[in-house]
């Protein structure tokens, strides 16, 4: 049964799944709580009175590690990382195991579970499929034919990912990589700890491989922790926390609804770049007058050299940073980004006759970053967002013109 535990970042639900492990049968039950940071890894270690394990990268690394750790019916805490490369051993011993004991999962934030797959070039790409060493099948599963001589090693990985069904090609180009649905079939209980569940990749996946899951809250009562029926937070709350920027620093680059995406990183002009990094250093130097250790910035990793500058470089925080509390402290925020789905996902998705929420998921995206601030603390902070459809997005979010907003956009 997969249980999808969706409450605002900081309503509890890690303490809630701290909680849930330490009211188990020590006997019966085993846990995998899988997390996206070490830090958080610790944390479960520390404050759960089960023993958990690390899978260590020793001897033939972690995933043989981690298979030792399954065949003893150890508790587990890792990485999303991990978890993401479990092959085939692997899940073939949680499959085996779970017959006899009960291994729960606990997912902390959704899953990355289709992605781009960018280690194979395009040359490559043509090169195996000219040499018939893959062929594409009618659902766009790259398909490995075995053949008696030897190929290059460096396409190994290439191997293994067709050969459990990991690896699609869209439109005869894009390849992404997909996790094999088939695990989340092998635990007894299964609990996704997130946020805006249906703005998620994970969501509309589950709904191409019609995997069943039911949608649940958390509060705080009497001291603990308790799931309840689902239920949407008061966003109104953090309108006079939430301080959004509204200057000439919106309006001296030109703005389109698709300026700041990732692709508008990789062809604008220099001037631009420019200007922009003179609205950061000005927002934080002038506008605010923030001292460095009460600032975060994000960009697209890509565009971080272009926009880097004096004072700001090293608070840099990676836009798809969550389930931290390491920048709690931060109360003045640059959010340079403008968030689209990958091409290729959306197309994938749009074969199953399912339409992704761009906005929602842009949307979503932004909070979990600007949740790592004080705002999580319920503490005012400050933020500049260059991007008028990111600014835009959480206007709508926090009401702050409630009678001009149409809830179908959400």
Known sequence: MITVIDSIMGSGKTSWAIQHVNEADYCNDRFLYITPFLDEVKRIMDKTDVDFFQPQNRGKGKLNNINMLFQKGSNIASTHELFKNFDENTRSNIREISQTLNYTLILDEVLNVIEPYTELKQGDLRILKQGGWITIDEDGFVIWNEKEYKLDSKYNDIKQLAITKSLLCINDTILLWRYPPEIFSYFKNIYI????????IL???????????????????????????YYKPDTTKYQDLINIYEGKLNENIPCKLTSFSSSWFDTANKNYTDKLKNNIYNYFTNIINSSSKDIMWTCFKKAKNKLKGKGY??????????????????????YCCNIFFHPGITNFFSKHNLTLNANKYALSEMIQWIWRSKIRNDEKINIYIPSVRMRMLLKEWLKLDDEKINEKSF
């Open 203 to 229: 969501k509309y996946y589950f709904d191409v491989y019609h995997i069943d899951y039911t949608v649940k809250s958390i509060i705080l009562e009497n001291g603990f922790y308790k799931i309840v029926d």
């Open 193 to 200: 700890l997130t946020y805006m569940f249906d703005a998620s």
């Open 313 to 334: 470089t090293k608070q840099f925080v990676p836009c798809n940073c969550r389930s931290t509390n390491d920048y709690n402290e931060k109360s003045t925020l640059v």
